[in-house]
């Protein structure tokens, strides 16, 4: 192909010329032809790329079919329920309910009912009427020592950054909360203008970076935090360990998303990825995570404070149960992130296999509260891939009060999923810092898509809960949700994760599958001690298996 280019490239550019001296006008072709001789040159004697080497000019193809792939896959091939993270019939569904167009489906479904995986709900011969229902449950947030509840909505935006998203996108999102009464969380990456200044409720976000309250070392500044905690806006604080995208790794801000007003805000330096560190500095231990719990808890002036994780070793989340009943501090809500859950920008080893999926996580963080009967003071939110309102449902029936959505929310800004999130390149203006693409996002048209589909999910999850014979959110359970585990055997979820009794973990004999967990956990450390295992007498273990 070398040989073929350099041959061609002659003959080409001789009759171009000789073309020109018969017609003068011909030489223009010149324009055109010169650089992609030219390109075809520095592909040969480059050294980076061996496809562009060997076949000059044409290797370029390759590029471009690598970056269309992804756009050609997703509207001419894939089908509506095999798309990836989200699958066309699920984006399509929150489009519509954010556009408020008819969300209905013709002919049935188009799932197949007998594949393993398959979930639905038992539904009641006494369904109550949609209209004797209250399509706006609340949830009320705050445990004893919580001096300023918040009532919230069961459904609400999840983490996403300043930074991450655009400005556009960010006051889209605060906005539709303020018309649809529900909060929005400002992820980690600092309390911005762009979240007050619509008017809509904030969660507030501290990760291990501590953006908007930091030092220039990177360490917690209390004073900082507590001139914003306090604003009227701030309901509540959220403290987050660990992200269902990246647990165990900080979260990332590519450079090229770094404008001097993003620094500004996060208090960083420019031109360099804001990598927040894997572990916080403000704590070590579980007893010192709830010492700060209580100390963040007075400095907002007694709003509800509380954490986010996804779920990594059982035993470290029963050493902070543990550490709350030592104290009797308890943080006022829990946030469980599945390993599902999404992201800006993450290594591909940390998404796809790194943390506990929402399911079993969920259930687990249940029954521990329930077991250290601690589940009275903590609200539980559930977070990954809640974007209808049998996900919804589903989560309720695990245990978790309430839940958030971050790719639901993007898709009713207009979101495309086109993948392009960690690159600055956004087509549709939501995750970007790109001035001419986020232009395109018009906040007045869409702050209302997201109201509407906030509204439009709920509705459809209550509408779910009374088809049940159920009136709220919280009298749903797990026996109400079943699961194909075999072409030919459903479980309930009560039985693929049936429950403890609660007050079961306070004292020995624990539930058979809380023995182990329960023996290497401490509230002194967050680090397991496996050299306990062998302390275990198994003539003292529970014959309950639960």
Not at 320 to 346: H, L, N, Q, R
Not at 528 to 533: A, I, R, S
Request: with cysteine; aromatic share 10%.
């Amino acid at each position: 192909m070398r040989k073929l280019f350099i041959v061609s490239a002659i003959i080409i550019l001789s009759m171009l010329i000789a073309w020109s001296i018969i017609w003068h006008p011909a030489v223009w072709s010149l324009v055109i032809v010169v650089p992609f001789i030219v390109l075809g040159i520095y592909d040969m004697i480059q050294t980076e790329h061996t496809i562009t080497r060997n076949f000059p000019v044409f290797g370029h193809l390759r590029f471009v079919m690598e970056d269309l792939r992804p756009k050609i896959y997703q509207y001419f091939i894939e089908s509506d329920t095999n798309g990836t993270p989200f699958n066309r019939q699920y984006r399509s569904v929150v489009y519509q309910r954010a556009k408020m167009d008819d969300d209905t489906r013709p002919f049935g479904t188009e799932l197949d009912v007998y594949e393993n995986g398959y979930e639905w709900l038992n539904h009641s011969i006494a369904a109550i009427d949609h209209t004797k229902l209250n399509m706006s449950p609340r949830v009320t947030v705050g445990g004893p020592d919580c001096l300023k509840p918040y009532s919230a909505s069961v459904y609400n935006i999840s983490a996403m950054s300043f930074g991450s998203l655009s400005e556009n996108a960010i006051l889209a999102l605060n906005s539709g909360a303020k018309i649809g009464g529900f909060a929005h969380n400002t992820g980690e990456g600092g309390l911005s203008h762009y979240h007050l200044q619509p008017g809509g409720d904030i969660i507030w976000q501290l990760g291990t970076g501590y953006f908007s309250c930091r030092h220039k070392d990177g360490t917690f500044d209390y004073d900082a935090f507590a001139q914003r905690a306090v604003l009227p806006q701030v309901k509540m604080i959220e403290i987050k360990l660990s992200q269902g995208a990246k647990p165990g790794h900080g979260g990332i801000l590519p450079a090229a998303k770094v404008t001097p007003e993003i620094a500004k805000i996060r208090l960083v330096e420019m031109g360099e990825d804001v990598i927040s560190p894997p572990y916080h500095t403000a704590f070590t231990n579980p007893l010192e995570m709830m010492d700060f719990i209580k100390k963040l808890r007075e400095l907002s002036e007694g709003k509800p404070i509380g954490f986010k994780l996804c779920l990594g070793h059982k035993s470290e989340f029963l050493a902070i149960c543990k550490a709350m009943i030592s104290t009797g501090i308890y943080p006022d809500f829990i946030t469980v992130d599945g390993g599902e859950g999404g992201t800006g920008a993450a290594p591909l080893e940390f998404s796809n296999s790194v943390g506990m999926p929402l399911r079993e996580a969920l259930a687990f963080v249940y029954d521990a509260l329930t077991g250290f009967n601690l589940k009275k003071h903590i609200k539980i939110i559930a977070s990954g891939k809640v974007a209808t309102g049998f996900d919804l449902v589903k989560n309720f029936a695990l245990g978790a009060d309430m839940c958030n959505s971050a790719r639901g929310m993007m898709f009713a800004l207009g979101c495309i999923q086109a993948l392009e999130c960690n690159n600055n390149t956004c087509p549709t203006g939501v995750a970007t810092q790109d001035k001419s693409l986020m232009k395109g996002l018009v906040v007045e048209e869409k702050k209302q898509r997201v109201a509407n589909f906030h509204k439009a999910t709920i509705a459809s999850a209550i509408q779910m809960i009374g088809a049940a014979g159920l009136q709220h959110p919280a009298d749903i359970h797990r026996m109400f949700i079943y699961r194909r585990v075999s072409s030919s055997q459903i479980q309930t979820y009560g039985e693929l994760f049936p429950y403890i009794p609660k007050g079961s973990l306070l004292n020995t004999p624990y539930p058979s599958t809380f023995e182990l967990d329960m023996a290497i956990s401490s509230e002194t450390t967050f680090v397991p001690n496996y050299t306990l295992v062998s302390q275990v007498d198994s003539t003292e273990a529970s014959a309950y298996v639960g």
